[in-house]
């Protein structure tokens, strides 16, 4: 009986020390976030005046901040933070979007294909980290302003104390920028396939493009995309902590890695206290070295040529 593809490539990638490491780490500090509102000892916004700057303890495994808030909580919130932006950016920037525009400009080509690669070479080339800030400095008041139309509603009333314009804000600014690299290793995987029996076949037999694309032609670009993806995923909570550090992200009282390795920095409180930026240094660095050891790991697994 043959081995289902899928669990040859774990199989492969289960060999890897390194690769199964890394997804310990990841799903660690994901799983952790995830359970956040569940199994975090504190609320992030706990503040307790009486217990600052408080060394490990039982009750604080990692201590407390300046106004007393537990870091294990805090880390726990933020890790939630990374998780909804990342996943918000992958699904709305590099898959829906970056996936369906290289589909359709190595398949249809032409004139489309000039249109979408032109627009990609455009946002390419344009400094994204500069824009960013500038997007997210610039727009924010207008985003704010919008989810205020909801204040007084049943359900989505209080939407800006929520944070949620902070989270909408910063996933959209980031998804902006990262269909293009995808969309660009699709486009150029389809030129090699759109001429192939089977895609031949399936035009013959009258398949229309939205069934060829998405039937035919993106299951076997799906190895390559994983790999983009897992790329993608530490690039894009970089990004997001790296906005927050420089105080255009997430806005306090809401948690981010962020936030707190912001709080944490200075001269000052890392002579006297260096665990308020060690705390949330530490998993940032483990999240973002797991990613790229992971997606080297698969790119060894995937690719025909190094396996």
């Given at each position: ?9 774990l ?10 490491i890394s997804?310990?780490v990841i ?14 000892p ?8 009486g217990?600052t ?7 604080h495994?990692f ?10 909580s805090r880390?726990?919130?933020s ?18 979007v970056?996936?369906?525009m ?31 800030i500038?997007?997210?400095?610039t ?9 205020d ?6 359900v989505?009333g209080?939407?800006?104390?929520s944070?949620l ?5 910063i996933?959209g600014?980031?998804a ?18 759109r ?12 398949a229309?493009?939205p ?13 390559i995309i994983v ?12 990004a ?36 308020l ?10 999240l973002l ?6 997606g080297d ?6 690719s025909?040529?190094?396996?």
């Open positions: 009986m043959a081995t289902a593809p899928s669990f040859v490539i199989r492969r990638l289960a060999r890897k020390r390194l690769a199964m997804l310990v799903g660690v500090i994901y799983l952790a976030g995830i359970l956040a509102p569940v199994a975090a504190y609320d992030f916004a706990d503040t307790d005046f217990n700057f408080a060394g490990p303890s039982i009750d495994p201590g407390t901040d300046r106004l007393g808030r537990d870091l294990l880390v726990m919130w890790a939630q933070t990374t998780v909804i932006i990342s996943a918000a950016a992958i699904l709305t920037g590099s898959l829906a970056g996936v369906t290289g589909l359709l400009a190595g398949y249809v080509g032409g004139r489309l294909d000039n249109v979408i690669m032109r627009v990609a070479d455009a946002f390419f080339s344009l400094p994204d980290i500069l824009l960013l500038l997007i997210t400095a727009v924010r008041p207008r985003v704010e302003g919008f989810f139309n909801f204040n007084g509603w049943p989505l209080g939407l800006n104390e944070g314009p902070d989270y909408f804000l996933f600014a980031l902006l920028f990262g269909w293009v690299g995808i969309a660009r290793i699709v486009r150029s995987q389809v030129l090699s396939l001429e192939t029996d089977y895609v031949m076949a399936a035009r013959a037999a009258g229309r493009t069934r060829i694309l998405f039937r035919h032609l993106l299951p076997n670009v799906t190895n790999v983009a993806v897992t790329l993608s995923l530490g690039s894009i909570a970089g997001e902590i790296a906005l927050t550090w420089l105080g255009i992200g997430i806005q306090p009282p809401h948690p981010s890695f962020g936030v707190m390795i912001f709080d944490g920095s200075g001269l000052t409180n890392l002579r006297a206290h260096p665990e930026m060690l705390v949330p240094a530490v998993p940032v660095i483990a070295f797991a990613f790229n050891l992971l790991a698969l790119n060894d697994v995937l025909p040529r190094r396996r």
